[in-house]
């Protein structure tokens, strides 16, 4: 499914040396520019064989994190990725809520719920197919969002 599901958990954006919120064409310079410092046949030959070997590992990743962040569908699916496991460590699940036992909102075309403490847990139509996770814009709980099969 996911094309990073196999490898441990890494940041790519640190790897890229980049803000989460860098626009593609931001991370693609901090890529070049990388990909050139790392790239084997810019070592000069009295590098020791250590540092070498680094440098070849730091270039795979960069490579890696640019397969990753520079393609659409994939950077959004690690983007999803990384919100949930942020949001699994902020805190506890209050709730394993249904999709269908969620408010629709016609106007901007997403779900709600209210939750105890006053606040709302919201999410878009489109996310709701693929985020599990949704926290309230209030507090630190979160709900599960569970979807009838």
Same mark, same amino acid.
């Given at each position: 499914?996911?094309?990073?599901?196999? /490898? *441990?958990?890494? $940041? =790519?954006?640190?790897?890229?040396? @980049?803000?989460?919120?860098? %626009?593609?064409?931001?991370?693609?310079?901090?890529?070049?520019?990388? /990909?050139?410092?790392?790239? *084997?046949?810019?070592?000069?030959?009295?590098? *020791?064989?250590?540092?070498? &070997?680094?440098?070849?590992? #730091?270039?795979?990743?960069?490579?890696? @994190?640019?397969?990753?962040?520079?393609?659409?569908?994939? #950077?959004?699916?690690?983007?999803?990725?990384?919100?949930?496991? $942020?949001? +699994?460590?902020?805190? *506890?699940?209050?709730?394993?809520?249904?999709?269908?036992?969620?408010? =629709?909102?016609?106007?901007?075309?997403?779900?709600? +719920? %209210?939750?105890?403490? !006053? !606040?709302?847990? %919201?999410?878009?139509?489109? &996310?709701? &197919?693929?985020?599990?996770?949704?926290?309230?814009?209030?507090? %630190?709980?979160?709900? &599960?969002?569970?979807?009838?099969?």
């Amino acid at each position: 499914m996911m094309a990073f599901e196999q /490898i *441990p958990k890494k $940041d =790519w954006y640190s790897i890229l040396e @980049a803000d989460p919120s860098a %626009s593609v064409s931001d991370l693609k310079q901090k890529y070049q520019k990388l /990909i050139l410092m790392y790239h *084997p046949d810019k070592q000069s030959a009295d590098v *020791p064989a250590r540092t070498v &070997e680094e440098c070849i590992q #730091k270039f795979i990743e960069v490579d890696q @994190a640019w397969k990753i962040l520079g393609n659409e569908e994939t #950077k959004k699916e690690y983007d999803l990725q990384r919100h949930e496991d $942020d949001l +699994r460590n902020m805190g *506890p699940v209050d709730a394993r809520v249904y999709l269908e036992e969620m408010s =629709w909102n016609e106007d901007d075309h997403s779900f709600s +719920r %209210s939750c105890r403490c !006053g !606040g709302k847990y %919201s999410v878009s139509e489109d &996310e709701a &197919e693929e985020v599990t996770l949704i926290s309230c814009d209030m507090c %630190s709980l979160v709900i &599960e969002l569970l979807h009838y099969r």
